[in-house]
C-alpha cells in the first residue's frame, strides 16, 4: 500500500474494524486504509509531521500528534478536526492512552508528559523530567505511570490520579448575640434564619409559691401553698423548705 510521501512515523489499527489500519506520516496526513483492497480510504491533514497516533475504544475517533499541535477527528464526520489542542512548547513525541481508556497521555520534548480527561479534553496533570521524554505509557490499573526518555533513564511514577473534592459543610447559623454575630460587621445584611437560630424554649415561670420563697416571703408561700390543697405534696414540700431554712 503505497500513498505517502514520506517516512511513516506510526501505525494503528482499531479492534471495531480489524480491516482498517491508519498510519501517520512526516508528510503532514494521517491515512486509513482498508487492507482487503489495499486502497486509501480517508486522508486528514494535520499540517505538521506526524509523530503518534491512537485510537480510541470505540473506532471512530483519531487523535494525532505533530509539532506542539494534538488533533482529535471524527473518521465518519468530513471536515477538519473535533478538537485541536496547543499544550506543549514542543514537538509531541508520543500519546497514548491510560488503561482505562478514560484519559489521553502526551509526552514531548519540553520535558514534560501531559494528562488529559477525554470527556473533555482539558489538561488534568502535567509532570517534568529531566530529559525530554520520547515514550509513555500506564501499567495495568494505571498504578504507575513509565515514561522513556532522551537520557536513557526509564522513569517509573506513581500514576497521579485526580483528587475528590473536598466535601463543603454548609455554613452554620450565627447566634444572635455571640461573638460571630457582632464580628460580621454593621454592613451585614440581614438573615431571617438568624433571628430564630438562637432562640431557645422559654424559661419556665415559677410557681407563685417558689416566687414567694425566692423573696424569703415564707408565710405567704404557705399561704400560696395551701391554696393547691388538692395537691398535698406542694403543701409538704413547702412546709419542709421552710424547716430547712429554720424560718
Request: glycine share 6%.
Amino acid at each position: 500500500m503505497k500513498g505517502h510521501d514520506d517516512y511513516i512515523r506510526s501505525v494503528t489499527t482499531t479492534p471495531m474494524c480489524p480491516d482498517i489500519i491508519i498510519t501517520g506520516s512526516y508528510d503532514h496526513t494521517v491515512k486509513l486504509w482498508d487492507k482487503r483492497t489495499g486502497e486509501c480510504t480517508q486522508t486528514m491533514d494535520h499540517g505538521f509531521p506526524v509523530e503518534s497516533l491512537v485510537v480510541l475504544p470505540a473506532g471512530g475517533i483519531v487523535i494525532c500528534s505533530g509539532s506542539n499541535k494534538i488533533k482529535v477527528w471524527d473518521v465518519h464526520r468530513a471536515g477538519g478536526p473535533l478538537v485541536s489542542l496547543s499544550n506543549h512548547q514542543k514537538t509531541i513525541t508520543c500519546l497514548a492512552l491510560d488503561h482505562s481508556n478514560s484519559r489521553l497521555l502526551s509526552a514531548s520534548l519540553d520535558h514534560q508528559v501531559k494528562m488529559y480527561d477525554l470527556s473533555n479534553y482539558k489538561v488534568t496533570h502535567s509532570l517534568k523530567y529531566a530529559a525530554p521524554v520520547l515514550a509513555i505509557g500506564t501499567t495495568a490499573h494505571n498504578t504507575h505511570l513509565v515514561a522513556g526518555c532522551s537520557d536513557g533513564i526509564v522513569n517509573i511514577r506513581e500514576n497521579p490520579t485526580p483528587k475528590p473534592e473536598p466535601t463543603k459543610r454548609p455554613p452554620s447559623a450565627i447566634i444572635p448575640g455571640s461573638y460571630g454575630y457582632f464580628a460580621r460587621g454593621k454592613n451585614s445584611k440581614f438573615n431571617p434564619k438568624e433571628a430564630t437560630a438562637g432562640s431557645t424554649s422559654k424559661r419556665k415561670k415559677l410557681s407563685s409559691y417558689d416566687l414567694c420563697l425566692k423573696r424569703f416571703q415564707y408565710s405567704e408561700a404557705l399561704d400560696e401553698a395551701l391554696k393547691n390543697r388538692h395537691n398535698p405534696e406542694i403543701v409538704v414540700s413547702v412546709l419542709q423548705e421552710i424547716f430547712r431554712r429554720d424560718a
